[in-house]
């Protein structure tokens, strides 16, 4: 069981937009703006794609968008493309200098 | 161009200490940037924050690792250690080792990761 939880899926076709949630409690996701998230291709490490909630680090494309509501974060993916395809971690700070993360959603890109 | 690369027995039996090294190229850990650490990752639970330290010398753990595992930091090799003890079946995992941009909360570079298998 993830500290943070995430559909196990998500998909759509070329061109769409999917959004991946995030849910947290009030003492991670809910009271902090260190929210992160990660993608994942397959035999590849974590690569940061958004921090602080709707940050993107250099060289991130803006079809990549994230934002927060409460104790859930989400990830928006526009202008889906097959490389897009891979694994999305969310994390969080968290009370007690505790850094969580969710378990993770496929995307798949129709 | 930064690499985090781990080395370690690939094999641990139940109960005994996993012991792993991370070796840093193209940069720094004495940086005060960053703090360096690990984190696992396993198919049913995802990633989990292991545990880093920052130039001071402070440890920050998982709380629910924290009476098992030491992350500690080997300056004149530029490597990073792990040692967890009492491993279980639950232990089984691949393990990164990662840099922490403490600043904006979030891990920057990561090692290809090392598969941990715990059996007898």
């Known amino acids: 069981q993830s500290a943070l939880t995430q559909p196990p899926s998500a998909s759509g076709s070329p061109g769409q937009s999917v959004t991946i949630s995030c849910t947290g409690t009030?003492?991670?996701?809910?009271?902090?703006?260190?929210v992160s998230w990660y993608q994942q291709h397959p035999g590849s490490a974590p690569k940061v794609i958004i921090y602080?909630?709707?940050k993107r680090p250099s060289g991130v494309p803006d079809r990549f968008s994230g934002s927060k509501s409460g104790n859930t974060a989400s990830l928006t993916v526009s202008g889906l493309q097959a490389d897009d395809e891979a694994e999305y971690y969310c994390?969080?700070?968290?009370?007690?200098?505790?850094?969580?993360f969710g378990g993770g959603t496929k995307l798949t890109v129709l | 161009q930064l690499q985090l690369q781990e080395s370690g027995p690939g094999l641990v039996k139940p109960s005994e200490t996993l012991s792993l090294i991370c070796t840093v190229s193209?940069?720094?850990?004495?940086?005060?940037?960053?703090?360096w650490g690990w984190v696992r990752q396993t198919p049913g639970k995802g990633l989990e924050w292991i545990g880093y330290?920052?130039?001071?010398?402070?440890?920050y753990y998982n709380p629910s690792l924290q009476s098992r595992v030491t992350v500690s930091a080997d300056k004149s090799s530029n490597q990073i250690a792990l040692t967890l003890t009492s491993v279980t079946a639950a232990d089984m995992a691949l393990y990164h080792c990662?840099?922490?941009?403490?600043?904006?909360?979030?891990?920057?570079?990561w090692g290809q990761g090392i598969l941990v298998t715990v059996s007898s």
């Open positions: 990662a840099r922490h941009r403490w600043t904006y909360g979030y891990f920057d570079s």
């Open positions: 193209g940069g720094s850990i004495s940086s005060d940037a960053y703090y």
């Open positions: 330290f920052d130039n001071g010398g402070s440890t």
């Open positions: 009030s003492s991670d996701v809910g009271r902090y703006n260190y």
């Open positions: 602080e909630v709707n």
């Open positions: 994390s969080s700070y968290g009370d007690r200098n505790n850094w969580v």
